[in-house]
């Protein structure tokens, strides 16, 4: 099973800084056929269920604010948020699709500072 | 606007079986592929398999290989998930989601149920 490890476990920044959370596989996501990461990023508020925010690495979901964005290939990959603001208080996940058992990392709980 | 809608919250015995489901809206069901990830509670994320309904394939995580089943049907939108031998650590919110794009070239999960909970308790 492809292992996906998050760091840090939590954050706490001030509104308006950045946040930037990390997601390591442990084997490489890059399917070189497709050019593509099979890597994608949610964000999870309490009591609601996951919702996408970024999908092949570094493509933003629909309706998704572009102070979210994604990056890296292979084995790194980052979520940046660059202003962070009072409503992006949740958990976020990533999650890799390249093959089965399809894994998610363990969770970055941001907060306010 | 397409949703995912899931059954009523569940009490189950050790022991016994549940079966949860979850009914989309719209007419796109045939060519996405959905799965179940559950979440026990303040835990992460755990996949436990999918279903492409229009070729009725199912695939499972190993670890829920023998004791659950994800059918489809068709003539109602639904996709339902059974597990069966059920014990306390399987008390968790379960969730159906679709994944994006289609069957065959398929990203990650654009949407999702609200979520089901199973509370197994003697």
């Known amino acids: 099973d492809i292992v996906m490890t998050q760091s840090p476990d939590s954050l706490a920044v001030s509104v308006g800084e950045r946040a930037t959370i990390n997601c390591k596989s442990s084997q490489s996501l890059f399917f070189s056929s497709k050019n593509r990461n099979y890597l994608a990023w949610y964000q999870q508020k309490p009591g609601q269920p996951p919702k996408l925010l970024i999908y092949?690495?570094?493509t933003r979901d629909s309706g998704v604010p572009d102070r979210f964005s994604g990056s890296g290939s292979g084995t790194d990959f980052t979520l940046t948020i660059t202003s962070l603001q009072a409503e992006d208080v949740a958990t976020y996940y990533c999650?890799?699709?390249?093959?089965?058992?399809?894994?998610f990392g363990g969770g970055t709980k941001v907060e306010i500072k | 606007q397409v949703h995912l809608v899931q059954s009523g919250a569940e009490v189950k015995k050790p022991g016994s079986s549940v079966k949860v489901s979850c009914q989309a809206s719209g007419d796109t069901f045939r060519t996405h592929a959905f799965s179940w990830v559950r979440q026990a509670p303040g835990q992460g994320l755990e996949w436990m398999g999918n279903?492409?309904?229009?070729?009725?394939?199912?695939n499972y995580a190993q670890r829920f290989q023998d004791r659950v089943t994800i059918t489809t049907d068709e003539s109602t939108n639904t996709v339902y998930m059974e597990m069966r031998s059920l014990t306390t650590e399987d008390t968790a919110l379960y969730y159906c989601a679709r994944v994006g794009g289609t069957y065959y070239d398929g990203y990650a999960y654009d949407l999702w149920g609200q979520g089901t909970m199973v509370t197994v308790s003697s």
């Open positions: 999650h890799q699709y390249y093959t089965a058992p399809l894994t």
């Open positions: 279903i492409i309904p229009v070729l009725d394939a199912a």
């Open positions: 092949w690495a570094s």
